[in-house]
T-cell receptor, first 112, second 115 residues
Framework: DGGITQSPKYLFRKEGQNVTLSCEQN?????MYWYRQDPGQGLRLIYY???????QKGDIAEGYSVSREKKESFPLTVTSAQKNPTAFYLC???????????FGPGTRLTVT | KQEVTQIPAALSVPEGENLVLNCSFT??????LQWFRQDPGKGLTSLLL?????REQTSGRLNASLDKSSGRSTLYIAASQPGDSATYLC??????????????FGQGTILTVHP
């Protein structure tokens, strides 16, 4: 059963703590993406990776970091430098950059 | 910089009605346009993808059109049902500028179909 999984579904953290969100895909896609969704603002691109061991900043990368050590995995770390981390985070993948993107179920992060 | 706008922001209709959701974009240099559905607290489900060379795509009760030169797309839903209630998002895949190869999303239309 191919697809994209994100874990956990809900995540709660105290302000000042780093937190890592998981994204795994078994679609054999080269490209992977992280988006942030806030109410009324649509989706905004945080980071993307076209291939293993390579990634680029998106439109709102400040306060976030990523790694791409394996083709299947693209974890996102929300650092304490991110001023407003509470949001819904969506991971996506595509065969290569520029092709149709498929989305995971999302992780809702709440920081208090 | 590409901007995508969706109108209306919210729509409430009775069951059975035909409806149209609108999407406009400012830069016509796109590879494709995609319509997604999002249920509350869930990820995105792709509904229709229209390549830049195409005029429309159909899937069941859904029909999406694309006029690239004017920067517009519409999603037509026929015979709406309560199960169609969701947020509908439009996104373009950019073919030029600083957003090359990236998706730009609209803010979505919240659709409610009441029995």
């Amino acid at each position: 059963d191919g697809g994209i999984t994100q874990s956990p579904k809900y995540l709660f953290r105290k302000e000042g703590q780093n937190v890592t969100l998981s994204c795994e895909q078994n679609l054999n896609h080269d490209a992977m993406y992280w988006y942030r969704q806030d109410p009324g603002q649509g989706l905004r691109l945080i980071y993307y990776s076209q291939i293993v061991n390579d990634f680029q900043k998106g439109d709102i990368a400040e306060g976030y970091s990523v790694s791409r050590e394996k083709k299947e995995s693209f974890p996102l770390t929300v650092t304490s430098a991110q001023k407003n981390p509470t949001a819904f985070y969506l991971c996506a993948s595509s065969m290569v950059q520029g092709y149709e993107q498929y989305f995971g179920p999302g992780t809702r992060l709440t920081v208090t | 910089k590409q901007e995508v706008t969706q109108i209306p922001a919210a729509l409430s209709v009775p069951e059975g009605e035909n409806l149209v959701l609108n999407c406009s974009f400012t830069d016509s240099a796109i590879y494709n346009l995609q319509w997604f559905r999002q249920d509350p607290g869930k990820g995105l489900t792709s509904l229709l993808l229209i390549q830049s060379s195409q005029r429309e795509q159909t899937s069941g009760r859904l029909n999406a059109s694309l006029d690239k030169s004017s920067g517009r797309s519409t999603l037509y839903i026929a015979a709406s049902q309560p199960g169609d209630s969701a947020t509908y998002l439009c996104a373009v895949l950019n073919a030029g500028g600083t957003s090359y190869g990236k998706l730009t999303f609209g803010q979505g239309t919240i659709l409610t179909v009441h029995p």
